[in-house]
C-alpha cells in the first residue's frame, strides 16, 4: 500500500492519530524517522542531519502551536565515528536552543544505513488541529516556500556549503504559539503545501482556494528554478519547508501578523469544497516517504 493508504490504516486503528502531534493531557509529542537515502542528500553534514532531523519532529510541536520541551533522537549507522557523531549532537543541541528546548539525548544502535529517528515533546493547553477549518476564513503560511527545493538543486551543483545553510531551517515554534489563540486549524508544511492544503481541507471538511502569486517564494528559489512551472513544483509540492499553513477569521489576520516573529502571508481562503490554485483543481501530490 501506499503511504495514504497506510496513514488512512492507522487512523482507523488509532482515534488519537491523526494531527502532528498526539495529545495527551497537556503535553503533545512525536516522532520521525529519516534516512540518508530518502532525506539526506550526498554532501549532507552531520551537523547538518541533527539539526533537520530534530528539527522535524520540533516543527509538528510548532504545529500543534505548543511550547516545545524537549527532544531525543536514536542514531543509527554501519560504524560510529567519532566526528560525525559528535557533529550530529551539536546539530541537535543547536536546532533545539533556537525553540529553548533541551536536547536530552537518545540512543544509539547499528545499521546498515545511516537513519535518525527522533521524538519531541512539547506542552499546550489548548493545541490547535488540523481540523477547524471554515469557509471564509484566510489560508496563511509563515516564512518562505521552496528552500528545501532550493537546497536540493545546490547539492546536486556542488554547493554543499549553501545547501547545507538552506538545509537547517528554524522550527517554527515561536510562530505557532504566536497565532495559535486565532488559528482554526495549522499544520507544518512538511509534504508540500499542497498536500497539506488537501489534507486541512479533508480534516475540515471544507475546501481551499489559493492563487500562486500570493505565495512567499523564497528567494532561493528563483536562482535555481528553470521557469515558472519549476519554481511552482519547487514551491508548492516538493515539500520539506517545515512552514506552518494555518487558517484564521479574516478580522483576526492583522492581528495575528502583529503577534507573528515571522512574515505571515495570506495566500487564498477557505471554500466549501475542493483545493483549487488560480481557480484550477491542485493536484494531491508531494513529498512522499
Given at each position: 500500500?501506499?503511504?495514504?493508504?497506510?496513514l488512512a490504516l492507522?487512523?482507523?486503528?488509532?482515534?488519537?492519530?491523526?494531527d502532528d502531534c498526539?495529545?495527551?493531557?497537556?503535553?503533545?509529542?512525536?516522532?520521525?524517522?529519516?534516512?540518508?537515502?530518502?532525506?539526506?542528500?550526498?554532501?549532507?553534514?552531520?551537523?547538518?542531519?541533527?539539526?533537520?532531523?530534530?528539527?522535524?519532529?520540533?516543527?509538528?510541536?510548532?504545529?500543534?502551536?505548543?511550547?516545545?520541551?524537549?527532544?531525543?533522537?536514536?542514531?543509527?549507522?554501519?560504524?560510529?565515528?567519532?566526528?560525525?557523531?559528535?557533529?550530529?549532537?551539536?546539530?541537535?543541541?543547536?536546532?533545539?536552543?533556537?525553540?529553548?528546548?533541551?536536547?536530552?539525548?537518545?540512543?544509539?544502535?547499528?545499521?546498515?544505513?545511516?537513519?535518525?529517528?527522533?521524538?519531541?515533546?512539547?506542552?499546550?493547553?489548548?493545541?490547535?488541529?488540523?481540523?477547524?477549518?471554515?469557509?471564509?476564513?484566510?489560508?496563511?503560511?509563515?516564512?518562505?516556500?521552496?528552500?528545501?527545493?532550493?537546497?536540493?538543486?545546490?547539492?546536486?551543483?556542488?554547493?554543499?556549503?549553501?545547501?547545507?545553510?538552506?538545509?537547517?531551517?528554524?522550527?517554527?515554534?515561536?510562530?505557532?504559539?504566536?497565532?495559535?489563540?486565532?488559528?482554526?486549524?495549522?499544520?507544518?508544511?512538511?509534504?508540500?503545501?499542497?498536500?497539506?492544503?488537501?489534507?486541512?481541507?479533508?480534516?475540515?471538511?471544507?475546501?481551499?482556494?489559493?492563487?500562486?502569486?500570493?505565495?512567499?517564494?523564497?528567494?532561493a528559489v528563483e536562482?535555481?528554478?528553470?521557469?515558472?512551472?519549476?519554481?511552482?513544483?519547487?514551491?508548492?509540492?516538493?515539500?520539506?519547508?517545515?512552514?506552518?499553513?494555518?487558517?484564521?477569521?479574516?478580522?483576526?489576520?492583522?492581528?495575528?501578523?502583529?503577534?507573528?516573529?515571522?512574515?505571515?502571508?495570506?495566500?487564498?481562503?477557505?471554500?466549501?469544497?475542493?483545493?483549487?490554485?488560480?481557480?484550477?483543481?491542485?493536484?494531491?501530490?508531494?513529498?512522499?516517504?
Amino acid at each position: 500500500m501506499d503511504e495514504r493508504t497506510a496513514l488512512a490504516l492507522v487512523g482507523d486503528r488509532v482515534p488519537a492519530a491523526g494531527d502532528d502531534c498526539a495529545v495527551v493531557d497537556d503535553l503533545v509529542v512525536t516522532t520521525d524517522m529519516l534516512h540518508e537515502t530518502t532525506d539526506f542528500p550526498e554532501g549532507t553534514t552531520r551537523y547538518t542531519a541533527g539539526w533537520r532531523a530534530v528539527g522535524a519532529s520540533l516543527s509538528d510541536v510548532a504545529a500543534m502551536g505548543a511550547e516545545a520541551t524537549a527532544a531525543v533522537a536514536v542514531y543509527a549507522a554501519p560504524e560510529f565515528r567519532e566526528a560525525e557523531l559528535s557533529a550530529f549532537l551539536e546539530g541537535c543541541r543547536d536546532v533545539c536552543a533556537t525553540v529553548d528546548a533541551e536536547y536530552v539525548g537518545g540512543d544509539l544502535d547499528g545499521h546498515d544505513e545511516f537513519t535518525v529517528a527522533t521524538t519531541a515533546v512539547g506542552r499546550a493547553d489548548d493545541p490547535v488541529r488540523r481540523a477547524g477549518a471554515a469557509p471564509g476564513e484566510a489560508v496563511c503560511v509563515t516564512g518562505t516556500l521552496g528552500r528545501t527545493g532550493a537546497a536540493l538543486r545546490l547539492f546536486e551543483a556542488g554547493d554543499d556549503e549553501r545547501a547545507n545553510e538552506l538545509f537547517r531551517f528554524e522550527p517554527r515554534v515561536a510562530a505557532g504559539r504566536a497565532v495559535a489563540p486565532q488559528a482554526t486549524a495549522m499544520m507544518d508544511v512538511s509534504d508540500g503545501l499542497a498536500r497539506s492544503l488537501h489534507r486541512l481541507a479533508e480534516a475540515g471538511s471544507c475546501g481551499v482556494a489559493v492563487e500562486s502569486d500570493a505565495l512567499p517564494v523564497d528567494a532561493a528559489v528563483e536562482a535555481v528554478a528553470d521557469g515558472p512551472a519549476d519554481r511552482r513544483e519547487l514551491a508548492v509540492h516538493l515539500g520539506e519547508d517545515f512552514e506552518l499553513v494555518f487558517t484564521v477569521p479574516e478580522a483576526e489576520l492583522s492581528a495575528v501578523r502583529a503577534a507573528a516573529p515571522v512574515a505571515v502571508s495570506r495566500v487564498g481562503e477557505v471554500t466549501a469544497g475542493g483545493v483549487r490554485m488560480d481557480g484550477e483543481p491542485l493536484a494531491d501530490r508531494g513529498f512522499t516517504h
